[in-house]
């Protein structure tokens, strides 16, 4: 009897010793981490984090508006050319082993819905983080990882732009509407949204009759209510059919194109692309064979 109960005691001398550790080393953390104290306090600032795909992304976040930005690299921005990568304007870097940038960003957004309500998920990941951590494959601390995972997990696809990084830029001429190269990251996750509706196109892709008017007639009603503020101003047929709707983002307006996207039901990333030299909207809408009109 006398001896299982001296283990049940260390044993609970042990959980204590580590929990105390545990609490101490956040604390210390909370204290030292520039990234532990922006994502506690959610400040309007941005944070960077370079996962080194090929090419390589940069994740933008802003915890403020919890909004995020995934630059795609040019194609020499790899682990092995670091120097190359957005100027070296980042903090912290991740390098995964599934190094292909499109399969990496293609199971990021099938995990991202489903981290909630499968918890094994996040063992996953945090198991994945303890071996990128081991193999010095991260520079990410645990608290700041643990912050960073609890924050992305409560955010939709919708609340990510998907921004390509040209190679060289080349000079454009001016152009009333801005392009990708010309609308900052810090402008696409800012807090600030503009009071004037947002301009938008319609172009049905889903070769179905009609409902490219129909989404146009049920935008402007909602505009008219005042629950959504978006101006359509022209919609057609797109050139072929797609399977997938997007919408994408030609201004900087990501958190209006964000709400234009979830009140018509489209679940995938806004892509920021360079405005058409004909653009005389600020986003696109493209439907396609899956899209469904709201209820």
């Excluded at 194609?75 to 980042?90: L, M, T």
């Excluded at 601390?141 to 609340?159: G, H, K, M, R, W």
């Excluded at 807090?191 to 989404?215: F, M, W």
Aim: charged share 25%; proline share 5%; hydrophobic share 35%.
């Amino acid at each position: 009897m006398e001896s299982p109960r001296k283990t049940r005691k260390l044993i609970g001398y042990l959980l204590l010793c580590l929990s105390l550790f545990m609490l101490a080393a956040a604390v210390w953390e909370q204290q030292t981490s520039s990234w532990v104290q922006k994502l506690l306090d959610r400040q309007d600032t941005l944070l960077q984090l370079v996962v080194f795909t090929e090419p390589a992304m940069q994740f933008t976040y802003n915890p403020a508006t919890r909004k995020a930005v995934a630059s795609i690299g040019a194609q020499k921005c790899s682990v092995q050319h670091k120097e190359n990568c957005f100027d070296g304007q980042y903090e912290r870097f991740f390098i995964p082993k599934e190094t292909e940038q499109e399969i990496a960003w293609e199971n990021f957004k099938a995990v991202l819905p489903r981290w909630r309500f499968n918890p094994l998920l996040l063992v996953r990941a945090g198991w994945q983080y303890l071996q990128a951590r081991h193999d010095k494959r991260t520079n990410l601390s645990p608290a700041e990882f643990f912050l960073l995972t609890q924050n992305v997990s409560s955010l939709d696809i919708t609340d990510f732009a998907i921004k390509y990084m040209a190679e060289k830029p080349k000079k454009k001429k001016s152009s009333k509407t801005p392009t990708a190269e010309e609308i900052s990251v810090e402008r696409l996750v800012s807090s600030t949204q503009q009071d004037r509706p947002l301009k938008v196109e319609i172009l049905n892709a889903s070769g179905r009759k009609g409902i490219a008017s129909e989404l146009t007639q049920y935008l402007r009603e909602q505009d008219n209510k005042g629950t959504l503020s978006v101006d359509v101003l022209e919609y057609g047929n797109y050139p072929g059919e797609l399977e997938t709707s997007s919408v994408i983002d030609y201004s900087g307006r990501l958190m209006e194109a964000t709400q234009v996207s979830r009140a018509i039901g489209i679940s995938s990333e806004i892509k920021s692309e360079p405005a058409p030299t004909t653009a005389i909207c600020e986003a696109r809408i493209i439907l396609g064979k899956d899209f469904q009109m709201p209820l």
